[in-house]
Structure formats: C-alpha cells, structure tokens
C-alpha cells in the first residue's frame, strides 16, 4: 500500500525544468515512457496471442504483476461481454466454450 502513495507523490509532485538549483545541467536521465495497466494488459495478452515472447517480456515490465494481473482479467471480462452479446449467449457459455470446456 505504501508504494501506491509513493507513486501517487511522484504523479503529484510539481515538475522541474531539468536544471539543478545551482543552475547546472541536471544529470536525471530521461524517464521512460508510462505505460498504465491497460496498455500494458492489452500488449501482454496480444503478444501472448501472437506467442511473442520478447513483447511478452517487456509489456510484463511496464506495471507491476498485480497491476499486470488485474488488467488481464479485466480484458478478459470484457472480451467475454462482447462475444457474448455478439453471439446471443451467457458469458459462461462463452467462458466455457473459449476454454474447451463442455457446456453446462
């Protein structure tokens, strides 16, 4: 829960012009792009589709496994919304059906 406030602080704190307080080149080296969860879900799922592990790997990197975790599911329901309705049918029927299991 800590690392949640402290990403929070990090979101929150006012920016700096990238010089030091002596006027001096600050020597911070660029941040990396932010991916959020669902950027990282839907890249991570869509590689593991097209089994592209080097995507994969580095989607895994961009938000922290539970984040990864969530995201995941969260397609994962939404994907069975949709092929529900698309279809006429339960999600569970659906659920089911994508994972090879027989119908109940």
Known sequence: MSSMF???RRIWAPKTSGRSTEGQPSTRRPEKPRHNL????AAYVSACAEDDQ???DEAATW???E??????TELA??????L?????ESPQAVARTL?????M
Not at 38 to 41: H, I, V
């Open 6 to 8: 402290g990403r929070l």
């Open 77 to 82: 329901c939404r994907a069975v919304i949709a």
């Open 54 to 56: 080097d995507q994969i």
């Open 99 to 103: 994972l090879g299991l027989p119908a």
């Open 38 to 41: 669902f950027e990282a879900a």
């Open 84 to 88: 529900a309705r698309e279809r006429d």
């Open 63 to 65: 938000v922290s496994p």
């Open 67 to 72: 984040a990864l975790s969530f995201g995941v």
